[in-house]
């Protein structure tokens, strides 16, 4: 059964700091992990993709980076701004089309 | 374009009554998927449907929780004899599938808040 971990589950920056958020998975045989933000009361959006041939997505200031072999894959955000302020999931999928997410990381950013 | 919209935004219920919840995913969008989120929790899978194939229902809790779908436009969650523990927010997501099962970016929609007193 694929189990997703993220940490810290909560992290609080002051605005302008560069961050990393953790996202482990248990079974590598994945076809792609997305991650999302979901801003509270909201549904979630997807922030980017990477498929399991991929070892690194970029947009804008997010980039999200993954490594299979080790179950592992990290969001990192530059040059933080209040407006990121928001949980970030994490979600792997298999060809079968069923995701599995973690449980999220909180993140505040200060002005 | 449209998005993923989903309805009732809320919805209150009592404890042993059924509820109905819909999905009307993005045009021309073949997979479509059912969630579950629990205060402060993650989101939990219910159910994958994609195109004519059979539906994965591998993450539906218990015999009370059912799906639907239309060919690839709406669908459709019931809960029966819905449970306290049901409440949640019930989020549907819809990605458009290659042919070789690589599963595409995941739009979702608004989610249901259902509470169930």
């Known amino acids: 059964k694929q189990e997703v971990t993220q940490i810290p589950a909560a992290l609080s920056v002051p605005e302008g700091e560069n961050l990393v958020l953790n996202c482990s998975f248990t079974?590598?045989?994945?076809?792609?992990l997305q991650w999302f933000r979901q801003d509270p009361g909201k549904g979630l959006t997807s922030l980017l993709l990477?498929?399991?041939?991929?070892r690194e997505q970029t947009s804008g200031r997010l980039n999200a980076s993954l490594d299979k072999s080790s179950g592992r894959s990290t969001l990192y955000i530059a040059a933080s701004q209040p407006g990121d302020s928001a949980t970030y999931l994490c979600?792997?999928?298999?060809?079968?089309?069923?995701?599995?997410f973690g449980d999220g990381t909180t993140l505040t950013v200060k002005p | 374009g449209a998005g993923v919209s989903q309805s009732p935004s809320n919805k209150v219920t009592e404890k042993g009554k059924d509820v109905e919840l819909r999905c009307d995913p993005i045009?021309?969008?073949?997979?479509l998927y059912w969630y579950r989120q629990r205060l402060g929790q993650g989101l939990e899978f219910l159910i994958y449907?994609?195109?004519?194939?059979?539906?994965?229902k591998s993450g539906l809790p218990s015999d009370r929780f059912s799906a639907e779908r239309t060919g690839e436009s709406v669908s459709t969650l019931t809960i029966q004899r819905t449970q306290q523990e049901d409440s949640a927010v019930y989020l549907c997501?819809?990605?458009?599938?290659?042919?070789?099962?690589?599963?595409?970016?995941?739009?979702f929609g608004p989610g249901t808040r259902l509470l169930v007193l």
């Open positions: 997501a819809s990605s458009v599938h290659s042919g070789t099962y690589v599963q595409e970016t995941q739009y």
């Open positions: 079974d590598s045989a994945i076809y792609n």
């Open positions: 990477i498929q399991s041939s991929q």
């Open positions: 979600a792997v999928s298999t060809n079968a089309g069923k995701s599995t």
């Open positions: 045009s021309g969008h073949t997979a």
């Open positions: 449907f994609q195109g004519n194939s059979a539906p994965d």
